[in-house]
């Protein structure tokens, strides 16, 4: 039996009904109140109680959540649904073939025999059994070539495989990792369905490429030996059609008719397969040349590292991206490594009405120092009275604590520490700007100049500089200032510029983006970053939520599980 639908859970939860779910899978009894208060905290929504109320109902009348008087929880038969829907799709393949004796497998992996084999199967049962063996066993032949040439090229239509057999599709990434060997799938789908199916190549080493508009008219598998071409009928095709035309949710597909219509009906399949150096090496060039068109060096995968830390804005700041370079991180890291040295860190933003730092810009700062000095920079942070007690608790680098006086005072002191310090470079992280009236305001645009160091003169004094924000009302946002007063009007802007500015939806985010960065340039993970440890420290140290201005392990509202999976989405790219 197929459920009323398939969530999408967690983080990618897109409608409430998948929001809902996903909440209840965690804290498995709540009433609306609750949920209502942590779908607007968790997903930064504006949906009304009345709607949430509403929504509850009709999944309980669709008998996905049952209610009892007082809280909701996931019904239990909803769930067997689900698990009788997968195991569907899992019988579907054990009950392949055992053995399909007109394919000599031995043959096949003979390499002292390049004869091109040409066989036709008759089933999708057939097909199916072939395909998991075949790949198998040709990454068992790679164990023997150097790890530069364990690379698999797959070219074909939609990412079929990964909704029909997720478990075959996870051993092979499994045995992709064993052999260190790195896969690239050009596929030609990039509707909704093909990117809900990227979804099970997270944190691998297979790369995708939707709508990757090549020539080829049949599917290939191209392994270091082998060159594997495969012709579907036309009346797969038309199957595969229907299935992802005009789809825009995974809701859509009805997987369990797919599966009746593929897998009850003979439908002949044709293999082709060649060992010919000459021809392998063809459609290799041909592969990596369209590799090369995609910039595999410098993007690895479907989204930027610029698309990744601008993900879930609540701040308008997104709107602002397109008035920057498209990879800004990278041109960011690039500059940094060419002025490696002496780096000051300039951090801390003043939180209103709580006399401390907020939670976001520190993290990152401290993070960033570690990946710094991993690349041979001496650090030292410059902050205020309100940040200095805390930074001095996290960090082992020099922590000069600058004073809150005069323009012409800070003047003075920034050019002091310039000349002693003698810094390649000066970055900001999360720290309030000038403004053109020469005040310092917060995101609500109140005014924050009696509580916050002026330390904008280090950036108008020195010139090799970088600023990473994520409002408008911090040192470097001056770049953009006639932007930010066109597409945040509520932002009153800093005036203050950089040589380079880095955007986020947290400047935290943004902060980890240009550290991905600097590890993909420098070939190496320079930093894990496992924020949860350092975000508790800075909350028992007297920090807070710069939005909520709360005590709580979270920084602009964004909690651990919410941060986790930017995280994970960055690590990826250098994933090992």
């Known amino acids: 039996?197929?459920?009323?639908?398939?969530?999408?859970?967690?983080?990618?939860?897109?409608?409430?009904?998948?929001?809902?779910?996903?909440?209840?899978?965690?804290?498995?009894?709540?009433?609306?109140?609750?949920?209502?208060?942590?779908?607007?905290?968790?997903?930064?929504?504006?949906?009304?109680?009345?709607?949430?109320?509403?929504?509850?109902?009709?999944?309980?009348?669709?008998?996905?959540?049952?209610?009892?008087?007082?809280?909701?929880?996931?019904?239990?038969?909803?769930i067997n649904r689900l698990r009788l829907f997968v195991e569907k799709i899992n019988n579907n393949n054990d009950n392949k073939l055992k053995n399909i004796k007109r394919i000599d497998y031995g043959k096949i992996l003979d390499m002292s025999n390049k004869d091109t084999i040409n066989f036709v199967l008759q089933t999708r049962k057939e097909f199916d059994q072939f395909y998991f063996k075949i790949r198998i066993e040709l990454i068992k032949l790679m164990n023997s070539l150097p790890k530069t040439e364990r690379i698999v090229f797959h070219h074909i239509g939609h990412l079929y495989i990964s909704l029909s057999h997720p478990t075959e599709e996870h051993e092979f990434i499994e045995d992709l990792k064993k052999t260190s060997a790195k896969a690239y799938y050009f596929v030609k789908g990039d509707g909704p369905v093909d990117q809900w199916a990227t979804k099970i190549y997270n944190n691998s080493p297979v790369t995708i490429f939707l709508g990757s508009r090549n020539e080829l008219t049949r599917l290939i598998l191209l392994y270091p030996t082998h060159l594997i071409e495969i012709y579907y009928s036309q009346r797969t095709n038309e199957i595969f059609r229907r299935l992802y035309e005009r789809k825009w949710s995974i809701e859509q597909v009805k997987m369990g008719e797919l599966f009746d219509e593929l897998y009850t009906v003979n439908d002949p399949i044709q293999i082709i397969i060649n060992k010919d150096p000459l021809i392998i090496d063809t459609i290799k060039k041909f592969s990596t040349d369209l590799l090369s068109k995609h910039k595999i060096s410098e993007l690895r995968f479907l989204k930027t590292i610029e698309e990744i830390i601008t993900e879930r804005d609540i701040k308008g700041v997104s709107k602002l991206r397109e008035y920057l370079p498209k990879h800004y991180c990278k041109e960011a890291a690039n500059y940094i490594l060419d002025n490696k040295g002496n780096v000051i860190i300039i951090t801390g933003f003043y939180v209103r009405g709580r006399n401390t730092a907020e939670t976001d810009?520190?993290?990152?700062?401290?993070?960033?120092?570690?990946?710094?000095?991993?690349?041979?920079?001496?650090?030292?942070?410059?902050?205020?009275?309100?940040?200095?007690?805390i930074l001095c608790k996290l960090a082992k680098n020099r922590i000069i604590e600058f004073p809150i006086t005069t323009l012409d005072e800070s003047e003075k002191l920034a050019e002091k520490y310039?000349?002693?310090?003698?810094?390649?470079?000066?970055?900001?992280?999360?720290?309030?700007?000038?403004?053109?009236?020469?005040?310092?305001?917060?995101?609500?645009?109140?005014?924050?100049?009696?509580?916050?160091?002026?330390?904008?003169?280090?950036?108008?004094?020195?010139?090799k500089t970088i600023s990473i924000a994520d409002t408008g009302?911090?040192?470097?946002?001056?770049?953009?200032?006639?932007?930010?007063?066109?597409?945040?009007?509520?932002?009153?802007?800093?005036?203050?510029?950089?040589?380079?500015?880095?955007?986020?939806?947290?400047?935290?985010?943004?902060?980890?983006?240009?550290?991905?960065?600097?590890?993909?340039?420098?070939?190496?993970?320079?930093?894990?970053?496992?924020?949860?440890?350092?975000?508790k420290k800075i909350i028992k140290l007297g920090g807070v939520d710069g939005l909520t201005k709360k005590k709580e392990i979270s920084y602009d509202s964004f909690t651990p599980l919410q941060s986790k999976e930017i995280i994970d989405s960055l690590q990826a790219f250098i994933s090992d």
């Open 1 to 78: 039996m197929v459920p009323g639908y398939v969530p999408e859970l967690f983080l990618n939860a897109s409608s409430t009904k998948d929001k809902l779910v996903s909440l209840l899978s965690v804290y498995p009894y709540l009433s609306t109140r609750r949920m209502h208060h942590l779908l607007k905290k968790q997903y930064a929504t504006n949906i009304t109680y009345q709607a949430v109320h509403k929504t509850l109902k009709q999944m309980v009348k669709q008998g996905v959540l049952q209610f009892d008087g007082k809280n909701y929880s996931i019904n239990p038969g909803w």
């Open 361 to 389: 810009g520190l993290i990152g700062a401290v993070f960033l120092a570690k990946a710094l000095e991993k690349i041979g920079c001496n650090v030292t942070f410059i902050t205020d009275m309100y940040a200095s007690p």
């Open 418 to 463: 310039i000349r002693e310090i003698n810094p390649n470079l000066i970055i900001s992280i999360e720290r309030a700007g000038l403004s053109e009236s020469g005040r310092y305001y917060n995101i609500r645009s109140k005014d924050i100049t009696k509580h916050t160091a002026k330390l904008d003169p280090f950036f108008t004094l020195f010139d």
């Open 473 to 535: 009302n911090e040192i470097g946002m001056g770049n953009l200032i006639n932007e930010i007063k066109k597409e945040i009007p509520s932002i009153v802007p800093s005036k203050t510029k950089t040589k380079h500015l880095i955007l986020g939806t947290t400047t935290n985010w943004a902060t980890y983006g240009l550290i991905i960065a600097l590890s993909i340039l420098s070939n190496k993970k320079l930093v894990r970053i496992d924020e949860v440890p350092i975000l």
